[in-house]
């Protein structure tokens, strides 16, 4: 059936809040505006005038084409080339969704981000639709076509697997920017002793080149292991320039409400590494270099003027 003009803004209002349960539930932008456009061909597709309520239905449709696809995601992750992590968005970007609770911002954070593809799809879902949004466990059982009793043990379970991380420490943008001003004078020392104060014992250091860039898929471990990986990592050489193209403009920036370190070169994000955060020091930092996973990232901070970098490698 053809939408009216009023059927179109309905949906387009909803769009926002859609496309961040999407991006929650799937951990990638461009799968997540995928589901949306897919949800919006349901739409068109449907009888509207005979849906009572629209904005409940949207959310349904597009929970349950986010199952579908986390379904065969968990297949397609088993031929993935490395490690496998979720594509960061830089502060500031809508598909963020709501920050207003603690449990809004957590839910978006990259570290709760990983830790949700420990979760089973329905776990994922009910975490995503409780915590972020808010969805009473009615709804929830009602777009998952479970019961009301199932949702809330579900989201017990859910919430005990996330508790079981590594306990974070929220930041705001000024703190998360003088993390990264102090972390980049350890990582440009040339010594590993700087490094190794600002980390946690049981830091770990992983990257996600999805077979692209190079990125080691085994996590180093331990502070004195991460530091050295660091020191080599942040020394200038002509052979990175070559293979990135130009000179790595290094910037602070937060992103998924962690502090990031932010490499650019020519305008276009090459690499973002979101650093987790507790009382204890670092406690990971994980790296996306995957070019196909930072589009959405280059064309944000294109769009803002983002200052001058801190180091250029």
């Not at 709804?139 to 809330?152: N, P, V």
């Not at 959405?296 to 983002?306: I, L, N, T, V």
Request: charged fraction near 25%; aromatic fraction near 6%; proline fraction near 5%.
């Amino acid at each position: 059936m053809a939408l009216i003009t009023s059927d179109v803004d309905r949906f387009q209002a909803a769009r926002p809040r859609l496309e961040a349960i999407a991006y929650r539930l799937l951990g990638s932008a461009s799968e997540a505006e995928d589901a949306v456009q897919e949800t919006f061909l349901r739409w068109q597709a449907a009888d509207v005038e005979r849906i009572e309520v629209p904005e409940a239905w949207l959310a349904k449709v597009l929970t349950n084409l986010c199952l579908n696809q986390l379904t065969s995601a968990r297949a397609r992750r088993e031929t993935y080339v490395g490690r496998w992590l979720p594509e960061p968005l830089l502060v500031g970007d809508p598909m963020l969704g709501p920050a207003e609770t603690a449990e809004q911002r957590e839910s978006v954070s990259y570290a709760v981000l990983v830790l949700l593809e420990r979760l089973s799809p329905n776990e994922r879902a009910v975490y995503v639709l409780r915590e972020a949004f808010d969805y009473p466990h009615r709804e929830i059982a009602d777009m998952l076509d479970i019961t009301e009793a199932a949702s809330q043990q579900i989201l017990h379970r859910a919430k005990k697997h996330v508790a079981d991380g590594k306990a974070r420490t929220e930041i705001d943008e000024a703190a998360a920017r003088g993390i990264v001003e102090q972390f980049l004078v350890a990582a440009t020392s040339g010594r590993t002793e700087p490094l190794v104060r600002l980390l946690t014992q049981d830091a770990v250091a992983v990257g996600d080149g999805g077979g692209k860039v190079p990125a080691r898929a085994k996590a180093f471990e331990g502070a004195l292991a991460v530091a050295k990986f660091l020191r080599g990592l942040f020394k200038p050489s002509d052979a990175k320039r070559a293979y990135v193209g130009g000179a790595p403009e290094i910037h602070a920036a937060t992103a998924n409400g962690e502090p990031a370190i932010v490499a650019v070169v020519d305008g276009r994000v090459v690499g973002i590494t979101c650093l987790e955060v507790t009382e204890q020091g670092i406690v990971a930092l994980r790296s996306q270099v995957n070019p196909d996973k930072l589009v959405r990232a280059s064309e944000q901070w294109a769009a803002a003027d983002r200052g001058s970098p801190l180091y250029v490698l």
